[in-house]
């Protein structure tokens, strides 16, 4: 079972590549990007596209990965109000009842 997982990894793989393969080799154009006063020099459309999908991609993972890191500050919080919270109750049931 465990080669026909990685056999099927391969073959997704392969299809991602010639599928990019494909995109490069059919945008070639070369393009510039004007943004406010600058412009970039001529680059191929699909190498601008790429650095576009990368960049977009590592901002994601950014993003995400703040997410993820403030909600484990936040658990890691609970768990020791919880802590500190069964303490409590179990000093309050050895504690005598007092009128």
């Known amino acids: 079972m465990h080669w026909l997982k990685r056999a099927l990894l391969i073959i997704i793989l392969l299809l991602v590549a010639l599928a990019t393969l494909d ?3 059919e945008n070639q154009q070369r393009v510039q990007i004007g943004f406010l006063d600058m412009q970039s020099p001529e680059l ?3 190498l601008l596209s790429i650095l576009v999908f990368i960049t977009g991609s ?3 993972l ?3 990965w703040l997410v ?3 909600l484990r500050l936040r ?4 768990g020791q109000e919880l802590s500190r919270y069964r303490k409590e109750v179990d000093k309050l049931r ?3 009842i007092k009128d």
């Open 44 to 46: 191929p459309l699909a």
């Open 58 to 60: 590592a901002l994601g």
């Open 94 to 96: 050895t504690e005598p």
């Open 75 to 78: 658990l890691l919080r609970q």
């Open 62 to 64: 950014f993003a995400g």
């Open 23 to 25: 995109f490069v080799l």
């Open 68 to 70: 993820s890191a403030r």
